[in-house]
């Protein structure tokens, strides 16, 4: 039973370029959410979706990023026109059911960490 | 507002007992947890404590919990070298999703 899979796991990119990073959660699991963990810092939360659905997307920055979670396939975390900030690890998790209040374990997976030059 | 926090750097000798304190703002929060991060790799889920205990002992580990002062704290016995991480103290607000701490870099020393 793999568990939550990312990658790449090591994404170099130039300033302006796009990155694209994937998450396939954990089998029979339906909730995905992204997280960005800065140096030195904790990891904040960016967005919440569940399979073709946003739940919250309260912690992704107004404009380049975007996600989604198809129908088929795993979910992605895409950044437009890269700048030296987004340099970070992002942290995808996957659960069976919404997390927080109901307790359900969440599964991270190893991350994926873009360097942007 | 959701706020964690946490000291940042711990050192203990190995074989001590390591304390780690945390503090939250969110009384509603039902569930707390315990995760640690180890050098390039992912968060492992450590323990969590449901809001309703004061204390959960898992082998080494022990959560204790005081809901009036918004405080929670892991204790690791008999800390060994594999212990030397960073462990992250989270809350879950009213809202689905976990707030983490800045974390706390746990230094094992000989």
């Known amino acids: 039973n793999a568990g939550v899979m990312q990658n790449p796991r090591h994404l170099v990119r130039r300033r302006g370029q796009e990155a694209r990073l994937r998450c396939s959660p954990m089998?029979?699991?339906?909730?995905v959410y992204w997280y960005r963990q800065l140096p030195e810092e904790g990891l904040k939360f960016m967005v919440y979706?569940?399979?073709?659905?946003?739940?919250?997307e309260s912690g992704m920055p107004k404009e380049r990023f975007s996600a989604e979670f198809p129908k088929e396939g795993p979910s992605i975390l895409r950044i437009q026109q890269v700048v030296r900030g987004d340099s970070a690890a992002y942290f995808c998790?996957?659960?069976?059911?919404?997390?927080?209040?109901?307790?359900?374990?969440?599964?991270f997976g190893e991350g994926s960490w873009l360097t942007v030059v | 507002g959701e706020d964690v926090e946490q000291s940042l750097f711990l050192s203990v000798r190995e074989g001590d007992s390591s304390v780690i304190n945390c503090t939250y703002t969110?009384?509603?929060?039902?569930?707390l947890y315990w995760y640690k991060q180890e050098p390039g790799a992912g968060l492992q889920l450590l323990t969590y404590?449901?809001?309703?205990?004061d204390m959960k002992q898992d082998q080494r580990l022990t959560v204790l919990l005081n809901k009036k002062d918004k405080h929670l704290s892991l204790r690791i016995a008999d800390t060994q070298t594999g212990d030397s991480a960073i462990y992250f103290c989270?809350?879950?607000?009213?809202?689905?999703?976990?707030?983490f701490g800045k974390g706390t870099r746990l230094h094992i020393l000989p």
């Open positions: 998790a996957s659960s069976p059911a919404g997390q927080g209040r109901s307790g359900n374990t969440i599964y």
């Open positions: 089998k029979g699991h339906s909730h």
């Open positions: 979706l569940q399979k073709e659905n946003i739940i919250d």
């Open positions: 969110d009384s509603s929060s039902t569930y």
């Open positions: 404590i449901f809001s309703n205990m």
């Open positions: 989270a809350e879950t607000p009213w809202d689905d999703k976990i707030i």
